[in-house]
């Protein structure tokens, strides 16, 4: 099932939890010692770093897909680890990447040690409103670079946070495939939280993979069937040609959805049921140009309705997991307690390739 953490860090106790966590999860998805020491001194320098530098955060912990530079066979996992705070914020990033930086009396080497380590690293900064810092460590070791780099040949880029009601399981799931020309992603939330909406889910993303090639109602079609079994899920399933250069959506369920494009936004409809229980007769597809501006949104309804996303996170060298993550955390106060699993999944196009 669907194992994600979110661990708060708010004194040094909670640093040995977060390590706790990482291992765990490295043990789920089958990391030998090395890659898990790796991953532990990344979560550790991250962990620490909030208590340094921003009063306190949390660290979320996950396995995500996160290559598709092939298709759905040779994808791997990556373990996920995200630190959100609220913080002052990093007034120089590029400083801040360098070893030696420092704001506090601390030999400033965090952020470099996890760029150096990590497969993928990424940050998003604002004064005044916190930072972001996300990092991925795969099973085996690969280069390794700042940012967009291990997903740089892959035309789309894919990345979400998920977030637990009462972890470590989730009933929400996300899932993003490479099937020749076609990236399909999928974002379920099983009924209710807890052990048995995470089999719902977790039913979904396993069917996704299965049966990768199907447009998104085909899909949906099927997982009608492949979830009988269980209490039932909302889902939705986005898919780009990328030949056609087109975007294809198809949702049953309470699933949020909005499309960006040249600026404007605008919301993708989820057809009413319950997959798995209440299928509708006809299952409508919307279609759209997929471009290098565009980007998408997918989210459970553990997240507010109401959500922004500012202009200086539409940054396109921005990893898509990031922007994720700054969704939920803008969307967060102790004025709206979470009730449910909340998961934000974001679909955009790679960069073009930086130059040395």
Known sequence: ?????????????????????????????????????????????????????????????????????????AGKPALQIVAIDHGPGIPDLAAALGDGFSTTSSLGAGLGTCGRIADDFDLHSAPGRGTIALARIRAGSGRRRYGHARQEHAPVRAGGVNIALAGPQSGDAWACVRFGERVTLLLADGLGHGPAAAEASDAAVRQLRASAHLSPAELLGVLHTALRSTRGAAVAV???????????????GNIGARFRSGGDWQHLLSHPGIVGAHRPAHIPCQRLPWSPDCLLVLHSDGLPSRWSLREDVLSAELDPGVTAAVIVRDASSAARPVRDDTTVTVLSPTPPKREP
């Open 238 to 252: 986005a898919q780009v040609d990328l030949a056609e250069g087109s975007l294809a959506f198809s949702g049953i």
């Open 1 to 73: 099932m669907t194992r994600v953490w979110d661990v708060p860090v708010h004194d040094s106790t909670r640093v040995r939890d977060v390590t706790v966590a990482v291992q765990d999860t490295c043990g789920h998805a089958g990391f030998d010692d090395g890659r898990t020491a790796a991953a532990v001194l990344v979560a550790t320098e991250l962990a620490t770093n909030l208590l340094k530098h921003a009063g306190g955060g949390r660290i979320l912990i996950d396995t995500v897909d996160a290559d598709l530079t092939s298709d759905v066979a």
